[in-house]
């Protein structure tokens, strides 16, 4: 079964840092998306892509995270320079289109100390 | 805005217990009720979602029925194992504002064997 893959798994960083975590979407997906899951809460949008074009970055930090799909396949998320807060596991997913199911990958956890 | 409440854990139970998590959701128009399910240090697998009011979802022994009238989605297995042990996540996603997903707080759920 197709899987959406994300690297690392683990990530410790110093503060001020810079940190970037790389996605694979599931093959001939258009919709990816970045998603922050903080310890004990629910995950929460940080930014959606449809092929290339971002189409929703309004929960992102934009001072500090930036993400990128340049061919509108992998995708890119960087924090630079990660603080404290920013501890916690992000998850990429991804959908066939805006209308389909969405799938997840097994996340990339962030320690920043 | 939209929004996703779940019944706060940890709910401990015994194997071949009954379990319900309950959710409730607010939306502006006609979501789709997704329940997600988290395992140990993983990323979020789909469970099972339900896309129109009565519309029953089913996987590995759990079901939700999509109650518009109560607007609710009570995730229900009538037999827990241990390899139940997890936090599962209750969501909605619109198609007018995108296919996001919006999540509850997830309820952990600890089966004793």
């Known amino acids: 079964e197709a899987e959406v893959a994300q690297s690392p798994r683990y990530k410790i960083t110093e503060k001020s840092q810079a940190v970037a975590f790389w996605c694979d979407p599931i093959s001939g997906h258009a919709t990816l998306y970045w998603y922050r899951q903080i310890l004990g809460q629910g995950p929460e949008l940080l930014v959606q892509?449809?092929?290339?074009?971002?189409?929703?970055d309004s929960q992102l930090p934009k001072d500090r995270f930036s993400a990128e799909r340049l061919k509108g396949v992998d995708s890119t998320l960087k924090i630079q320079p990660a603080e404290l807060g920013d501890s916690a596991m992000y998850l990429c997913?991804?959908?066939?289109?805006?209308?389909?199911?969405?799938?997840f990958g097994e996340g990339s956890w962030l320690t920043v100390v | 805005g939209n929004s996703v409440t779940q019944m706060e854990g940890p709910v401990t139970l015994s194997e071949e217990a009954f379990l319900t998590i309950n959710c409730t959701y607010t939306?502006?128009?006609?979501?789709?009720l997704f329940w997600y399910v988290q395992y140990p240090g993983e990323g979020l697998q789909l469970l099972l979602k339900a896309t129109k009011a009565d519309d029953k979802g089913s996987n590995k022994g759990f079901e939700a029925t999509y109650r518009k009238e109560t607007t609710s989605f009570h995730l229900e297995k009538g037999s827990v194992q241990v390899s139940d042990s997890a936090v599962y996540f209750c969501?909605?996603?619109?198609?007018?504002?995108?296919?996001?997903?919006?999540f509850g707080g997830g309820t952990r759920v600890l089966v004793k064997p």
């Open positions: 892509f449809q092929d290339e074009s971002v189409v929703d």
């Open positions: 997913a991804s959908s066939l289109t805006r209308k389909n199911t969405i799938y």
């Open positions: 939306a502006t128009g006609y979501p789709s």
């Open positions: 969501a909605l996603s619109e198609t007018a504002a995108g296919n996001k997903l919006t």
